[in-house]
């Protein structure tokens, strides 16, 4: 079955950018989405790219794909406090949607 | 934008017991809703995927007499665990997602259920 890999933490400084990687191995993917989820909270949809693009920029959220590698990013600038939580990419192939592990972002002041 | 909304937020019930969880799209039609159920500190799991007027999918692994998934309109689908015990406890959450006219054909999650079975 489909397999999504993220690693498990990132620590940052306040105001510098954060990156967050994930790689995922089912080549029909149509979406690939980005999930932060906050202490005891459900998820809430940061950004999606569809399959056939390779960025997507929105604010301070910038999304990278490289589907040949099948490599997808999100990255954070100028990173807060308020960026501290846990963030999930998922993808979508037919309708299954499969997360990764979610990678642990914990920004310093 | 889309919203989805869960109740409870927080249930504690007794071993044995029986406990139903709702799931609404408030402002769309939802064509298809899903089920997860998440464990401290690990990712989501799908349970099962539930399209209005027809019988849930079941993953793998998963009781279906146990999770009894109902998805009576385009609106609403409820989680139920029946006869509850310790090991149910954990966060169930749920997503809808709508067909591309409903303008909600992105996956949007509720905010969760945090069940524990004392």
């Keep these: 079955g489909e397999d999504v890999e993220q690693s498990l933490f990132l620590s940052v400084r306040e105001g510098d950018s954060s990156v967050i990687n994930c790689t995922y191995t089912d080549s029909s993917s149509t979406y690939l989405y980005w999930y932060k989820q906050e202490p005891g909270a459900g998820l809430q949809l940061l950004t999606y790219i569809f399959s056939n693009m390779d960025m997507k920029q929105d604010q301070r959220l910038t999304v990278l794909l490289n589907k040949k590698d099948k490599h997808l990013s999100l990255r954070i600038a100028d990173t807060q406090t308020g960026d501290s939580a846990i963030y999930f990419c998922a993808d979508v192939a037919g309708n299954k949607l499969t997360f990764g592990g979610g990678t642990r972002v914990l920004v310093k002041p | ?118």
């Design chain 2, 1 to 118: 934008g889309a919203v989805v909304s869960q109740h409870p937020s927080r249930v504690i019930c007794k071993s044995g017991t029986s406990v139903k969880i709702e799931c609404r799209s408030l402002d769309f039609q939802a064509t298809t809703m899903f089920w997860y159920r998440q464990f401290p500190k690990q990712s989501l799991m799908l349970m099962a995927t539930s399209n209005e007027g027809s019988k849930a999918t079941y993953e793998q692994g998963v009781e279906k007499d146990k999770f009894l998934i109902n998805h009576a309109s385009l609106t609403l689908s409820t989680l139920t665990v029946t006869s509850a015990h310790p090991e149910d406890s954990s966060f169930y959450i749920c997503s809808a997602i709508g067909d591309r006219d409903s303008g909600a054909n992105v996956l949007t999650f509720g905010a969760g259920s945090r069940l524990t079975v004392l």
